[in-house]
């Protein structure tokens, strides 16, 4: 049985942008970490939502109709099968719920692509 | 679709402890609001892991076998079966991750039984 998960602790531990960690198993979900900064690329999860909350840092999910804000403390689900793209000017820290072996680019692909390695 | 969910500010419209608020949904599951302080009951969920997440205050985690401790940022998911029993000396401030339908007393039932109203 694990024990108690820190955060801020797991973040530390995560070097690259655009990389999610997995931290803990919520049944068959994945608790992740990331560190994020810049564009990320257009792509949408046919099958899931996606929830992301920001610890730190201001994260902007692009929809196709708007832009999602959020700062520390602050949650979004982006529904399934809807185009996003997240962006930070600066660094962000944020926590990703979504069912085990989501692919982070989901439809789209490309070089961004990459496992959810546990830390 | 739902916009950006401030857990702040949704903590602010709780007033009860032991209550949990839905304030959003992933898939078919609930991301809730709760404020604790107190003895919670000894339960159990026969069919569900269930993730807590300390947003402000501490949080104690009563386990048979030990303790586990959760202070702001610390996240820790019970074991479906792991008979459980939350406690907190002064107000907590957390999220709770499970899928919907969930009774916060789970197989314990008695009065601090409460519907996850949405928020």
């Not at 902007?60 to 529904?79: E, K, M, N, S, Y």
């Not at 069912?99 to 989901?106: K, S």
């Amino acid at each position: 049985m694990s024990d108690a998960v820190d955060l801020t602790e797991k973040l530390s531990l995560v070097r690259e942008h655009w990389s999610p960690k997995t931290v803990a198993m919520l049944n068959d979900y994945e608790v992740k970490v990331v560190k994020v900064r810049g564009d990320f690329v257009w792509h949408t999860h046919d099958d899931t939502d996606e929830l992301f909350l920001v610890l730190a840092g201001e994260l902007t999910i692009r929809l196709r109709d708007r832009d999602v804000v959020l700062g520390p403390g602050q949650l979004f689900v982006v529904p399934r099968g809807v185009e996003h793209c997240p962006h930070a000017d600066e660094e962000v820290h944020a926590v990703l719920l979504e069912p085990a072996g989501v692919v982070n680019t989901g439809d789209a692909g490309g070089p961004l692509t990459a496992e959810a390695e546990r830390i």
